[in-house]
């Protein structure tokens, strides 16, 4: 399961990384920044559950969960 | 009993007002994407959410207790098709306004993950006319009208909200509180 | 200064020192009708790659939209007839060449096209024009064919690819989520291919005369021959600047000879456009090939070899650079909406002899903060053309910190 950001609807709103600190942080404009090197990140077993709450927590529905 | 059933949808009516108002307030909190009182950017979105959802239950008690107190006199038709009921038919058919607004936006925000975010935000607009309804149809219906609780109660509901979307239309609200240029949004 | 580098003015074809494949006389010979099988075997013989910036491997964009990649049994009835677009947006300001083989072989262009649409059954053959481009020619080169010649509005973003489909949607011309690729739904919510109006003019050559052909040209591992558009940073750098077809792997100093260039007066040479990094002028038997020029973290890209006097400042000119590209972020996506015009800033503070060291920091805190994450990759390009940039030119850096520019001294 991979973690993928829709940047077109992203407005930077930031509950995200709020319920999911594990794997996000913000930047200087308040948009979410994957901590490791990759675009899309893994998200391990342990983390599913809260990661399926960052995305439905979108205002926009910018997050989705892949495979 | 009457009485009781009566006082039930006066109560809860006016709860429900107070609700609507502390959702429409925290809608904007939330849309700014400011982290209010310590409780988290989700805290606020999941707090509008309570708010708005407690509304709900609110109305649906409201409804009920009325439709089934026999002085009230409302029919199940007057709950949906507005302006036709024979008791101050104007205010009352706000409230129905009010309740159909609230059932599409109340299905629509259920549903949003499934209708998308670009239906979802057009429907939540209604919103903003909702409450003015709502607030209306508060202030003229039942027995409570121009008593001086109830104008204290709607003061401090148009208070609330006029501070907040008057905030909600000042230039610095789109930069949630750090210096960004707001996107521009063509889908 | 003025924000954008100066560019070739009158875009002719520089004096021919190489081969006359795309712009030189007239291919009479007629493009055989293939099968899609045929069609696929010929461009992976070839290996025939994109011209348009990213290099991709022709073939395999092909096969993307045949309906062969995905596994479907040769059975399947229905397949979706896709789409296949000719980009020739030209959005690079320092790119002429789209606009010179349009002009002086579009019938190239639109054979490429047609080759491609009637192999692969296309539902619509259709090529997207940039705005700065002469459409007369091409036009009357696809009368009489099903291709549909667009003008559309330009920009820098408006040659990528999902920008593209979407203008051809009726939609605004900036990117999508590249989570379902263009490939997959697109232009009329059909598979769609996009190919530079370049490739589609080197695939409608391969057709005639064959992969062998195509490989007698260049390396192997980089075969055959690109256009380039050779420009300089002053008048005089380049005397005759403009559009040469070149071999893939030849030395950048070959063809910058070939464009009237005073060498000695190289500082460095930028490769790719403003997407792309710079080469050295200790470097200038630098084969323009990607593994060439991989080392220096470019590509042969679009073609794009603008020539840096040494007289002028480097790091004024990439400020220029990226104040521009800055101003052409489609405004979607936060980090390059908000990066770019940072890191435009910071570099033009750093343009200042005497700057403070914490902008060197600043520059590469932002880059790493505005790379792949955007819907498109014009952060990333910004991005890497900006390390290039403090790279090469450290020495230059280090000056300003010390409070020096020799340009200033001029």
Not at chain 2, 79 to 87: D, E, R, W
Not at chain 2, 91 to 106: M, R, Y
Request: aromatic share 4%; glycine share 12%; net charge positive.
């Amino acid at each position: 399961m991979r973690l993928h950001v829709d940047w077109t609807r992203c407005d930077g709103h930031g509950a995200c990384a709020e319920l999911l600190p594990e794997l996000m942080d913000t930047d200087d404009w308040g948009f979410p920044i994957m901590r490791g090197e990759e675009r899309d990140p893994a998200v391990a077993v342990a983390l599913e559950n809260h990661a399926r709450r960052a995305v439905k927590a979108c205002p926009v529905q910018a997050l989705r969960l892949l495979g | 009993m009457t009485e009781a059933l009566w006082a039930l949808g006066r109560g809860t009516g006016v709860v429900a007002l107070g609700m609507f108002t502390l959702t429409l307030v925290l809608g904007i909190v939330s849309r700014s994407g400011r982290d209010a009182g310590g409780l988290g950017r989700f805290g606020v979105a999941e707090l509008h959410r309570t708010a708005a959802l407690t509304g709900v239950g609110l109305i649906a008690v409201h409804l009920g207790s009325l439709l089934f107190d026999p002085y009230a006199q409302l029919r199940l038709f007057d709950m949906v098709v507005p302006f036709a009921g024979s008791y101050r038919p104007l205010f009352l058919g706000l409230g129905t306004l009010a309740v159909d607004l609230l059932v599409v936006v109340t299905g629509v925000s259920l549903l949003r993950h499934t209708v998308g975010p670009r239906v979802f935000r057009a429907v939540h607009w209604l919103t903003y006319a909702l409450w003015p309804v709502a607030l209306v149809h508060a202030l003229g219906i039942g027995t409570d009208a121009g008593s001086l609780w109830m104008d204290a109660v709607a003061l401090t509901c148009v208070t609330a909200v006029t501070a907040a979307v008057g905030w909600r239309l000042t230039s610095s609200y789109a930069e949630r509180g750090r210096e960004r240029t707001p996107r521009l949004v063509s889908r | 200064m003025t924000d954008l580098l100066p560019g070739p003015d009158d875009p002719t074809v520089a004096a021919p020192r190489g081969p006359d494949r795309l712009l030189g006389p007239d291919h009479a010979a007629p493009i055989p009708q293939l099968d899609t099988t045929s069609l696929l075997a010929l461009v992976e013989e070839a290996g025939l790659t994109g011209r348009g910036g990213a290099g991709f491997p022709t073939a395999r964009k092909l096969l993307s939209v045949s309906g062969r990649s995905s596994g479907l049994s040769s059975g399947r009835a229905r397949v979706t007839r896709p789409v296949v677009v000719g980009n020739a947006m030209e959005g690079e300001p320092l790119s002429h060449k789209d606009a010179v083989l349009l002009t002086q072989a579009p019938h190239l262009v639109v054979e490429g096209l047609v080759l491609l649409g009637t192999t692969l059954r296309a539902r619509r053959m259709v090529l997207a024009v940039g705005p700065e481009i002469q459409t007369g020619p091409v036009t009357a080169a696809a009368r009489g064919t099903r291709v549909e010649v667009r003008q559309l509005t330009g920009g820098f973003v408006a040659g990528q690819e999902s920008a593209l489909v979407n203008q051809l949607n009726g939609r605004a011309g900036v990117p999508t989520d590249p989570l379902v690729p263009v490939f997959r739904r697109g232009v009329d919510d059909r598979p769609t291919l996009v190919l530079n109006a370049e490739t589609l003019a080197q695939l409608a050559l391969v057709a005639r005369y064959g992969p062998a052909w195509f490989r007698a040209q260049g390396t192997t591992a980089d075969p055959g021959t690109f256009l380039t558009t050779i420009s300089g940073s002053d008048r005089s750098l380049v005397r005759h600047p403009g559009v040469l077809e070149v071999s893939r792997g030849t030395t950048l100093r070959t063809a910058l000879k070939a464009a009237g260039t005073d060498l000695p007066r190289v500082a460095a040479v930028l490769v790719g456009g403003y997407h792309g990094a710079w080469v050295p002028a200790a470097a200038l038997d630098t084969p323009l090939s990607r593994d060439g020029l991989r080392p220096f973290g470019a590509s042969p890209g679009a073609g794009v070899l603008h020539a840096l006097a040494v007289e002028a400042c480097p790091l004024q000119t990439a400020a220029a650079v990226t104040h521009y590209l800055a101003g052409q972020s489609a405004r979607q996506c936060g980090p390059c909406l908000n990066g770019l015009p940072r890191i435009a800033q910071t570099l033009r503070g750093l343009a200042v002899p005497g700057a403070s060291a914490e902008l060197v920091v600043e520059v590469e805190r932002l880059r790493v903060l505005v790379t792949g994450r955007g819907a498109c990759a014009h952060p990333d390009g910004t991005a890497r053309f900006v390390a290039s940039t403090m790279r090469i030119f450290s020495r230059h850096v280090e000056d300003h910190l010390k409070g020096y520019c020799h340009a200033a001294t001029r």
